[in-house]
């Protein structure tokens, strides 16, 4: 896995602009804003596998279990992009995984 960078690209800032309204109503985070923003920071690949190509759908996944937490769950630091699958099989008790956006994790 390689290390992503999370920086302020103008679709970031978008993305960060749109989590900001929708938390203000306590609404839902997956906002174009916030697809684009994560597809292109991810190089339009699943953190988790890897993969690109053949995915069918791409999922924002929280990389900290949001459930009660409001700050979490509109962090754009704890979203990243991940295929269903993936989104599908992590488990909260799979954490703490590495945050490849923190740590350069061929180097652990
Ligand atoms: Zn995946």
Redesign the pocket.
């Known amino acids: 896995m390689i290390k992503f960078n999370r920086t302020k690209t103008e679709k970031a800032k978008a993305a960060v602009a749109s989590l900001k309204a929708v938390k203000a109503v306590n609404g839902n985070y997956n906002t174009p804003e916030v697809n684009a923003a994560l597809a292109e920071m991810f190089c339009g690949k699943?953190y988790?596998?890897e993969?690109k190509e053949g995915i069918t759908s791409f999922q924002i996944e929280h990389l900290k279990a949001h459930k009660g937490d409001a700050e979490l769950k509109y962090d754009w630091n704890n979203l990243f992009w991940?295929?269903a699958?993936?989104n599908n099989i992590k488990r909260v008790e799979d954490e703490p995984i590495l945050d490849c956006t923190q740590v350069d994790v061929e180097k652990k």
């Open positions: 699943c988790i596998c993969n991940a295929c699958h993936c």
